[in-house]
């Protein structure tokens, strides 16, 4: 027997109509937590490429005093060249050094004016092959003969070490604690959006009972009588999905660009790709959520 695809979509358009009211709430559910959802995997991209690039940023470096031996130096440069996590060891001079931060405050050249001399001191920095182990390379600092010896302080050597103690790991804690909130939200919104299908879907079932007993009577078939309301569910999905890769797309076009300059200091992007899967992600998680709220509908209401 074939399939009548147009009379299923005619069925869940008329009960679209019928019950506008419940259907307009189960879009705008679904929508909202369609877009929570594409807005979390938005941020999360954007966290990630914000991490990753401070990561690469992320040296270590060594102050050193201004009465340290040049062997003690030598010795501890020597060292960490052979480290396995470093990439390159730099001696910063104390010439360097104050270049570097002339050039820093050249917008308030009287900080510069106002030195006695040249106070800065020299230091090692320490590029990293891998900054998540980063401890390694520390523990290699900390154990050697020549760091106390050349650390400014002499007398605390740990304050000579600088490595952005804390970013990445205060970064990581905000933003996971962000991301947990977004899933239960979407969580709890997934399950209302459940509810107004539901809820749809039972309205409708409840409206055509005569028409449907009239179908049992006839011999149509379970499938026959339940496709029109998972349609009706999917279409109420697709529907709320729909607008929220709309809207995800708008703020991309609008809002990105911008966000682009105000942050032009952290390289981060999304890619077509990206709002691609995002999309996708949302479609497949709307047809199940529509379909779902349908298949409990009829579990309960339609006792077929």
Same mark, same amino acid.
């Given at each position: 027997?074939?399939?009548?695809?147009?009379?299923?979509?005619?069925?869940?358009?008329?009960?679209?109509?019928?019950?506008?009211?419940?259907?307009?709430?189960?879009? @705008?559910?679904?929508?909202?937590?369609?877009?929570?959802?594409?807005?979390?995997?938005?941020?999360?991209?954007?966290?990630?490429?914000?991490?990753?690039?401070?990561?690469?940023?992320?040296?270590?470096?060594?102050?050193?005093?201004?009465? @340290?031996?040049?062997?003690?130096?030598?010795?501890?440069?020597?060292?960490?060249?052979?480290?396995?996590?470093?990439?390159?060891?730099?001696? &910063?001079?104390?010439?360097?050094?104050?270049?570097?931060?002339?050039?820093?405050?050249?917008?308030?050249?009287?900080?510069?004016?106002?030195?006695?001399?040249?106070?800065?001191?020299?230091?090692?920095?320490?590029?990293?092959?891998?900054?998540?182990?980063?401890?390694?390379?520390?523990?290699?600092?900390?154990?050697?003969?020549?760091?106390?010896? &050349? @650390?400014?302080?002499?007398?605390?050597?740990?304050?000579?070490?600088?490595?952005?103690?804390?970013?990445?790991?205060?970064?990581?804690?905000?933003?996971?604690?962000?991301?947990?909130?977004?899933?239960?939200?979407?969580?709890?919104?997934? &399950?209302?959006?459940?509810?107004?299908?539901?809820?749809?879907?039972?309205? @409708?079932?409840?409206?055509?009972?005569?028409?449907?007993?009239?179908?049992?009577?006839?011999?149509?078939?379970?499938?026959?009588?339940?496709?029109?309301?998972?349609?009706?569910?999917?279409?109420?999905?697709?529907?709320?999905?729909?607008?929220?890769?709309?809207?995800?797309?708008?703020?991309?076009?609008?809002?990105?660009?911008?966000?682009?300059?105000?942050?032009?200091?952290?390289?981060?992007?999304?890619?077509?790709?990206?709002?691609?899967?995002?999309?996708?992600?949302?479609?497949?998680?709307?047809?199940?959520?529509?379909?779902?709220?349908?298949?409990?509908?009829?579990?309960?209401?339609?006792?077929?």
């Amino acid at each position: 027997m074939s399939i009548n695809v147009g009379y299923f979509i005619s069925e869940a358009a008329t009960s679209f109509r019928r019950n506008w009211v419940m259907t307009f709430g189960g879009i @705008a559910t679904i929508f909202l937590s369609l877009l929570l959802m594409g807005s979390a995997l938005l941020m999360n991209s954007l966290v990630t490429d914000m991490v990753g690039d401070i990561e690469s940023r992320i040296n270590i470096q060594v102050w050193i005093n201004d009465n @340290a031996e040049d062997v003690d130096i030598d010795g501890l440069q020597t060292i960490l060249q052979n480290t396995e996590n470093v990439q390159s060891v730099h001696l &910063v001079s104390k010439d360097e050094a104050l270049q570097r931060f002339t050039y820093m405050t050249q917008d308030s050249p009287e900080i510069v004016e106002q030195l006695q001399g040249n106070p800065l001191p020299r230091s090692l920095e320490i590029e990293l092959v891998d900054t998540q182990d980063i401890d390694s390379v520390l523990t290699v600092i900390r154990n050697s003969e020549q760091f106390p010896l &050349v @650390a400014d302080p002499p007398a605390d050597p740990e304050r000579a070490l600088s490595y952005g103690q804390g970013i990445v790991e205060s970064l990581l804690s905000a933003t996971q604690t962000a991301r947990y909130a977004g899933i239960a939200l979407v969580g709890i919104l997934a &399950v209302v959006s459940l509810i107004f299908i539901n809820n749809t879907i039972r309205l @409708a079932i409840y409206a055509r009972r005569n028409e449907l007993s009239i179908m049992r009577l006839v011999g149509a078939s379970n499938g026959f009588i339940r496709a029109p309301f998972i349609l009706e569910g999917i279409l109420q999905a697709l529907v709320g999905a729909i607008l929220a890769i709309l809207v995800l797309l708008a703020i991309k076009s609008f809002a990105f660009p911008g966000l682009q300059q105000t942050l032009a200091f952290i390289q981060f992007s999304f890619t077509n790709t990206l709002m691609t899967h995002i999309a996708l992600v949302l479609l497949v998680s709307g047809i199940i959520i529509g379909a779902l709220g349908a298949i409990i509908a009829m579990r309960k209401y339609l006792k077929i």
